[in-house]
């Protein structure tokens, strides 16, 4: 077989030597896991997703199909997580936003206590069988300070000095 050499192009290729590199953000709702999904799977007698934000384990929870199967402790946590995140009265419910956006509020607060990124996860672990890896709860409490001071340049030069300090305290109550 004879290798056939493409026709020369007529006008020259154009090169870029820039790159424009995008950082894709992930939610810190996409990277908090289910403890022992495997085992829960098994009393469940279905799969689930090892993802506690993900659409079918959120099904499961909000429908509280099967939770019956479930030992007592973990029943109580699955209720706890249930109620504590998946309560809303939107049309949507559980794929409005709310529960997403309360674990956040959630994982704030406990930044706020004084708790850094390991005893965070030890503390959502206890609370609801739910954990995340350290790094990850560190670069969203990084995001989030950043976030901040975003807001409070912004309010600095709007002139909103009550705002820009409201924004101070929240940014160093994460920084600590």
Do not use: W
């Not at 959502?124 to 954990?131: A, E, F, I, K, S």
């Amino acid at each position: 077989m004879r290798c056939t050499l493409r026709p020369q192009r007529s006008r020259p290729r154009r090169f870029s030597g820039v790159r424009s590199y995008t950082r894709q953000r992930v939610a810190i709702t996409d990277k908090i896991y289910v403890k022992n999904h495997q085992q829960l799977s098994s009393q469940l007698e279905t799969n689930i997703p090892k993802g506690a934000f993900k659409g079918a384990t959120l099904d499961m929870l909000f429908q509280g199909d099967g939770l019956e199967k479930l030992d007592d402790a973990t029943q109580e946590r699955v209720l706890d997580f249930s109620s504590d995140f998946l309560d809303c009265s939107c049309d949507n419910n559980p794929y409005c936003g709310c529960p997403e956006r309360k674990f956040v509020r959630y994982l704030l607060e406990l930044r706020a206590e004084g708790l850094g990124p390991d005893a965070i996860v030890d503390v959502m672990t206890d609370d609801y069988m739910v954990y995340a890896y350290p790094g990850d709860i560190l670069s969203f409490l990084d995001d989030a300070v950043r976030t901040l001071e975003a807001a409070e340049g912004l309010a600095r030069v709007d002139g909103e000095s009550e705002k820009r300090d409201e924004i101070r305290r929240a940014k160093q109550d994460l920084a600590r």
